[in-house]
């Protein structure tokens, strides 16, 4: 903001599907997706390698398990993404449940990971989340992340941007700076 005292930065936060079909409106300059939700036809550079994971409580039965299967989940309640959001995590899961012949039942539908956490936390519920690896976004909390990536195969969050598009060196700068960090 110093560099370019000038430019007006606007952050939006939106679902990757739409933060993708404002970019190719133009009404954007870049957004942060999944690397694996991004079409064809858009630069990708990549930020930061995620997991998935599975949040439960810091005493939860499963952290004793060695392996977790999809019938170890579902003997619990779980928060998900709304159906309604077309959650690629919700789908995912419910495919793989359907696929195994697997009943799940669902005790609430968050779409904010944190409040998810919360609820986890509580006792309510075990839940997904994506999370950058390495990282322990809820350090201190009493919820653990078992991983997951038996179910979910490994990604990158992104930052987006036409491709052959110049983007304005203010634009160019703040990616440089979001990627150094």
Not at 34 to 43: F, I, R, T
Not at 65 to 72: C, F, P
Not at 106 to 112: C, G, K, P, R, Y
Not at 125 to 139: E, M, Q, R, V, Y
Request: proline letters at 6%; hydrophobic letters at 45%; a positive charge.
């Amino acid at each position: 903001m110093k560099a370019y005292p000038y430019v007006e930065l606007t952050i939006l936060d939106r679902p990757q599907r739409q933060a993708i079909e404002l970019l190719k409106a133009g009404e954007i300059d870049i957004a942060i997706a999944l690397e694996s939700h991004v079409p064809k036809g858009l630069k990708i550079r990549r930020w930061m390698e995620i997991e998935s994971v599975l949040m439960v409580p810091h005493k939860h039965p499963l952290l004793r398990a060695k392996q977790i299967t999809l019938s170890d989940i579902a003997q619990y309640p779980l928060i998900l993404p709304p159906k309604s959001l077309d959650s690629s995590t919700r789908r995912l899961m419910d495919q793989r449940f359907a696929t195994e012949g697997i009943e799940f039942r669902v005790i609430m539908e968050s779409s904010n990971v944190e409040l998810s956490s919360r609820y986890v936390e509580a006792g309510i519920g075990i839940s997904f989340a994506t999370i950058a690896k390495g990282l322990d976004p809820l350090a201190g909390r009493k919820i653990r992340f078992l991983p997951m990536a038996k179910y979910f195969n490994p990604d990158h969050i992104a930052l987006v941007c036409g491709k052959g598009k110049a983007l304005a060196l203010h634009v160019e700068n703040f990616i440089s700076q979001v990627l150094a960090s």
